[in-house]
């Protein structure tokens, strides 16, 4: 098993920033790409940004400019720096990690997704 901890978030007023962090641990055999998906009180998880073990990035296109993916391989680590930070960007982040658990299942490209429980991000008008 992979186990993912989260942390940074909280309460900020518009225009503010926050960093999130997610660790994996556990059972990691090789890692495809690391990110972050966010849902919002009545609405559907969306994907907000991903980051692969090559460091190509992909951002949802309203958080574009304001929000910067990174990783640190060493230590299975992503972070999210969020900038200029809107009252509609409040909702629950989640991490994601896809990973192939091992050499048999890489051989099959078959990958496993793995979820953080969420660290809510509240930003105030």
């Known amino acids: 098993q992979v186990q993912l901890v989260e942390s940074g978030g909280g309460l900020v007023q518009a225009g503010g920033s926050l960093r999130l962090s997610c660790t994996a641990s556990g059972r990691i055999f090789s890692i495809i790409a690391m990110g972050w998906y966010r849902q919002a009180p009545g609405k559907e998880r969306e994907l907000v940004a991903t980051i692969s073990s090559g460091g190509s990035t992909k951002y949802l296109e309203a958080v574009k400019g304001r929000f910067t993916i990174s990783r640190d391989n060493a230590k299975n680590t992503t972070y999210l720096q969020m900038n200029s930070l809107k009252p509609e960007d409040t909702a629950v982040y989640y991490c994601?990690?896809?990973?192939?658990?091992?050499?048999?299942?890489?051989?099959?490209?078959?990958?496993?997704?793995?979820w953080g429980k969420g660290t809510l991000v509240t930003v105030s008008s």
């Open positions: 994601n990690v896809d990973q192939f658990s091992s050499a048999e299942l890489q051989t099959l490209r078959l990958s496993v997704d793995y």
